[in-house]
C-alpha cells in the first residue's frame, strides 16, 4: 500500500495555537487509515518554498489561500470565517452580535448540524468544503485608547473591523463610526489616528503589536471570532465514505483541542497585558444589556440577508 501525503497549510498566525491540533489531526488520520494518508503540517513560509510561491499570512492574501484550495494548490487549509463569507455570506451569520451567550452554546452550533451545513454548503458555490471551525481567539475583543465602560464611549469613535456587513452595522448600532479594515493593520491604523480601536482577539493582542497603540483591553463578548479547516472539494470527494468519515472525526476532534487551548491562551495574554498595565474593561450587566438591546433590531435587518430561515434556526435556543 502506498501512504498518500495530503498537505495542511497553517495559512494564519498564529501558529502554536493549531500546531498541537494539526498534529493530533495528522496522528488520528494516519492511525485510523492505517498509514494510507499521511498529513503533512506545514506553515506558509514552508509551502511557499515548495510551490515556489509569495503567499503571505496577511489578510489581503486570505482570499488567495482559499482559491489556491479551491484549485488543489494547497490540499487543507486554515482561513477566517469572515474571508469564506465572500464565497458563501451566510458564513457571516456566525458574527451576528451576542448570537452566542458562551463556549458551550457556541460549540453546540458550530459543531452541530447547522454548523456543519455552512460548512458544507461552501462546496456549492466553490470547490471548497469546510471540514471543522476553530476559534483563533474565540470572542472579538476591542483593544482602544480609552476604556468603553458605557454605551455612550461609543458615540463617534472611529473603530476598526472587518468589511463584514455584520460587523460594521453591529457598531453603527451603537453610534460608532465603523472602519474596514484587515485585522493585520489596526496598529498602523490607530498610530496615524484613522481609528481609536477595532476589533481583534486575544491571540492577537500581542502578535500584531496591537499592545503598543492601546491602552485598554474592552471585552463585551460581542461576537465570535471563528476560523475554519477547509479541504480542496475533489480530494475530499476521492477519499471515499469511509476515509471521509475518519477525516471529519479527526478534524472535529482537533478543533475543539485547538478551542480548548485558545481559551486558555486568553487567560495568559490577559495576565500579560495586566502585567504591563493594560487593563480588561467589560461593561457592567445594565450596560451590556444595553449594548444587546441596540443591536437586536440587526435580527430583522439581516433576516432576509441570509439563507430563508438560518437566523431563526441559529437564535432558536435562545428564545
Known amino acids: 500500500m502506498n501512504t498518500k501525503t495530503i498537505n495542511w497549510v497553517l495559512a494564519h498566525e498564529p501558529y502554536h495555537v493549531f500546531i498541537k491540533a494539526a498534529k493530533s489531526f495528522a496522528d488520528e488520520v494516519f492511525s485510523e487509515t492505517n498509514g494510507e494518508y499521511q498529513i503533512n503540517v506545514i506553515t506558509l513560509t514552508e509551502w511557499n518554498e515548495l510551490a515556489k510561491q509569495n503567499v503571505t ?37 456566525l458574527s451576528m452580535p451576542f448570537l452566542f451567550d458562551s463556549d458551550e452554546q457556541a460549540r453546540g452550533i458550530i459543531d ?8 458544507s454548503k461552501l462546496g456549492n458555490d466553490s470547490n471548497v468544503r469546510g471540514l471543522a471551525f476553530t476559534y483563533s481567539g474565540g470572542f472579538r475583543i476591542v483593544p482602544s485608547n480609552h476604556a468603553i465602560e458605557t454605551l455612550e464611549n461609543f458615540y463617534n469613535m472611529n473603530i476598526g473591523c472587518g468589511n463584514n ?34 476589533e481583534t482577539t486575544y491571540t492577537r493582542f500581542f502578535l500584531l503589536n496591537h499592545d503598543k ?18 479541504i480542496n472539494k475533489q480530494l ?3 477519499l471515499g465514505e469511509k476515509v471521509q468519515t475518519i477525516f471529519s472525526r479527526a478534524a472535529l476532534r482537533a478543533a475543539q483541542l485547538e478551542r480548548d487551548d485558545s481559551l486558555a491562551d486568553n487567560v495568559v495574554i490577559q495576565q500579560r497585558a495586566a502585567e504591563k498595565g493594560i487593563p480588561t474593561i467589560r461593561l457592567n450587566n445594565m450596560e451590556k444589556a444595553r449594548f444587546i438591546a441596540s443591536t437586536r433590531g440587526l435580527y ?11 437566523l431563526s434556526q441559529l437564535t432558536e435556543g435562545k428564545k
Open 57 to 93: 499570512i496577511h489578510s489581503v492574501d486570505k482570499e488567495r489561500v482559499v482559491d489556491l484550495v479551491d484549485s488543489g494548490m494547497i490540499d487543507i487549509a486554515t482561513t477566517y470565517a469572515n474571508t469564506l463569507g465572500k464565497v458563501d455570506q451566510d458564513l457571516y451569520s
Open 112 to 119: 452541530g448540524p447547522i454548523g456543519q451545513h455552512l460548512l
Open 165 to 198: 456587513p455584520v460587523a460594521m452595522e453591529t457598531f453603527r448600532s451603537v453610534g460608532a463610526n465603523p472602519v474596514a479594515m484587515y485585522i493585520e493593520d489596526l496598529e498602523q491604523n490607530i498610530a496615524q489616528g484613522r481609528v481609536q480601536g477595532g
Open 213 to 230: 497603540q492601546t491602552t485598554h483591553i474592552n471585552d463585551n463578548e460581542h461576537s465570535l471570532f471563528l476560523t475554519c479547516l477547509i
Open 236 to 238: 475530499w470527494q476521492s
Open 300 to 310: 430583522n435587518k439581516f433576516n432576509t440577508y441570509f439563507s430563508p430561515g438560518l
